[in-house]
T-cell receptor
Framework: GGIITQTPKFLIGQEGQKLTLKCQQN?????MYWYRQDSGKGLRLIYY???????QKGDLSEGYDASREKKSSFSLTVTSAQKNEMAVFLC??????????FGPGTRLLVL | QQKVQQSPESLIVPEGGMASLNCTFS?????YFWWYRQHSGEGPKALM?????GDKKEGRFTAHLNKASLYVSLHIKDSQPSDSALYFC???????????FGDGTQLVVKP
């Protein structure tokens, strides 16, 4: 089996700060995703990438940048953190559009 | 854009009881369906997939699909406290990389 690692586990930032979240997978999956989850609610797709150097916008891409540096890694940047923002960012990977495997999440709090 | 709606939002069942979760989708071209489960503090994990109309049983879990009625459901027999989690329905069209998730049903199994 494989694993998805997300760093950091917790991220506390200041309003207006640029914050970067990282995701690594060793499944050798081609497709990777970033989702945002607020307060145990639904998953909103921010960006996804179907191969190295590819980037596709999801439903919530405004305010975020992403980068697929290599097949195994996918980064997400919050371009300007919003005060009192609190959310969990989940990374996932899959073979094509098949079953997605999720990481444990990065919990963000903006002061 | 695909709309995936789950009901109920939350559900409480006694230990040993049957839990029934419902999901409707809007796109008649949808072909592939999953149920994901997310325990508190973790990322979602795929529970089971169903691609053909009818029932699919895996242990205590039975998924039911009716594409013509735009409906998929999950039934958990002999519910256990460890089944307490947030359950997501996920839907995909055949020729599209996007999986669309519902907003989830929060299941609590009371001992």
């Amino acid at each position: 089996g494989g694993i998805i690692t997300q760093t950091p586990k917790f991220l506390i930032g200041q309003e207006g700060q640029k914050l970067t979240l990282k995701c690594q997978q060793n499944f050798n999956h081609d497709t990777m995703y970033w989702y945002r989850q607020d307060s145990g609610k639904g998953l909103r797709l921010i960006y996804y990438s179907i191969t190295e150097n590819d980037l596709q916008k999801g439903d919530l891409s405004e305010g975020y940048d992403a980068s697929r540096e290599k097949k195994s890694s996918f980064s997400l940047t919050v371009t300007s953190a919003q005060k009192n923002e609190m959310a969990v960012f989940l990374c996932a990977s899959s073979i094509g559009p098949d079953t997605q495997y999720f990481g444990p999440g990065t919990r963000l709090l903006v002061l | 854009q695909q709309k995936v709606q789950q009901s109920p939002e939350s559900l409480i069942v006694p230990e040993g009881g049957m839990a029934s979760l419902n999901c409707t989708f809007s796109d008649r071209n949808s072909q592939y369906f999953w149920w994901y489960r997310q325990h508190s503090g973790e990322g979602p994990k795929a529970l089971m997939s169903i691609f053909s109309n009818g029932d699919k049983k895996e242990g205590r879990f039975t998924a039911h699909l009716n594409k013509a009625s735009l409906y998929v459901s999950l039934h958990i027999k002999d519910s256990q406290p460890s089944d307490s989690a947030l359950y997501f329905c996920a839907v995909r069209k055949n020729n599209n990389n996007r999986i669309f998730f519902g907003d989830g049903t929060q299941l609590v199994v009371k001992p």
